[in-house]
C-alpha cells in the first residue's frame, strides 16, 4: 500500500508498513525478498514476489487462464462473478466455462458480468488454511482441487483453439495473449483455489451461501 490508503487500525504485532519512515522501493524489494510468504491480489508486486520464488495467496483473482496459482505453496481465491443477463452470482463450476468474457484478458471484461471482491471471511478463511499448510508443511491437493485443475486445463484448452479470441483488437495483441495462455496450460499444476473456498463455491453461488 501507500500512505494515500486508509490506515488500520492498531493491531498487536501488526505494523502498518506505508505510514512508517522506513516506506521506500527499496525496503518493499527487502520485505518481498524476505518475507515467509506473500499475501497479495493480481498485481505488479504480486509479479515481484513470484521472482523472488515466494509462496504465494492470492485473494481477488480475475484471470483463472493465465493469473492462476501454479507452483505447489501457491493458493488463490477467486472473485465473485454476477452475470448481468440472469441477473445471478454464478457458481465456480460455471466461471470454469468456455466463455472467456469474464476475464480480463484484453484488459477489461464483457458488459455482461460484473467482478465483485471476496469478502473478509472469505479471505480470512483463505488465509486460515494457508497458514494451516505452512505451518504443516502439507500442500497436498485435495480431490476437488485436482479435478478443478484438470477442469481449467481443458476448458483454458478449448479457448485457446478458438478461431479468433477478440476481432476488435490487433493481431498482434491476440498472439501476445495466445502466447500467454499457451504457456500457462500445463497438466502438471501443482498449485490450486484454497480448498476451503471450493468447497463453499463449486456448485453454490455467493448470493446462495449468504441466505
Known amino acids: 500500500?501507500?500512505?494515500?490508503?486508509?490506515?488500520?487500525?492498531?493491531?498487536?504485532?501488526?505494523?502498518?508498513?506505508?505510514?512508517?519512515?522506513?516506506?521506500?522501493?527499496?525496503?518493499?524489494?527487502?520485505?518481498?525478498?524476505?518475507?515467509?510468504?506473500?499475501?497479495?491480489t493480481d498485481s505488479g508486486i504480486m509479479d515481484t514476489a513470484k521472482m523472488f520464488r515466494k509462496d504465494t495467496l492470492i485473494t481477488n483473482m480475475v484471470v483463472w487462464i493465465?493469473?492462476?496459482?501454479?507452483?505447489?505453496?501457491?493458493?488463490?481465491?477467486?472473485?465473485?462473478?454476477?452475470?448481468?443477463?440472469?441477473?445471478?452470482?454464478?457458481?465456480?463450476?460455471?466461471?470454469?466455462?468456455?466463455?472467456?468474457?469474464?476475464?480480463?484478458?484484453?484488459?477489461?471484461?464483457?458488459?455482461?458480468y460484473e467482478l465483485v471482491e471476496n469478502t473478509p471471511e472469505d479471505i480470512k478463511d483463505g488465509v486460515l488454511e494457508y497458514l494451516d499448510c505452512h505451518n504443516n508443511n502439507n500442500f497436498s491437493l485435495s480431490e476437488n482441487q485436482i479435478k478443478l485443475n484438470y477442469k481449467r486445463v481443458k476448458v483454458a484448452v478449448k479457448i485457446f483453439e478458438k478461431f479468433r479470441l477478440n476481432e476488435y483488437v490487433g493481431i498482434d495483441e491476440e498472439v501476445s495473449i495466445r502466447y500467454k495462455i499457451a504457456s500457462r496450460?500445463?497438466?502438471?499444476?501443482?498449485?490450486?483455489i484454497c480448498n476451503s473456498y471450493i468447497n463453499k463455491y463449486l456448485h453454490t453461488s455467493f448470493s446462495d451461501s449468504r441466505k
Request: proline share 5%.
Open 185 to 192: 496450460i500445463n497438466n502438471l499444476m501443482d498449485g490450486s
Open 66 to 112: 493465465s493469473a492462476y496459482p501454479f507452483r505447489k505453496k501457491d493458493r488463490g481465491i477467486y472473485k465473485y462473478v454476477f452475470h448481468k443477463p440472469s441477473h445471478r452470482y454464478l457458481t465456480l463450476q460455471e466461471i470454469l466455462n468456455d466463455d472467456w468474457g469474464m476475464q480480463a484478458l484484453f484488459g477489461r471484461i464483457s458488459d455482461d
Open 1 to 40: 500500500g501507500d500512505s494515500t490508503m486508509t490506515p488500520l487500525p492498531e493491531i498487536k504485532n501488526l505494523i502498518d508498513y506505508p505510514f512508517t519512515e522506513h516506506k521506500s522501493a527499496l525496503m518493499d524489494l527487502q520485505l518481498i525478498s524476505s518475507c515467509r510468504f506473500f499475501i497479495g
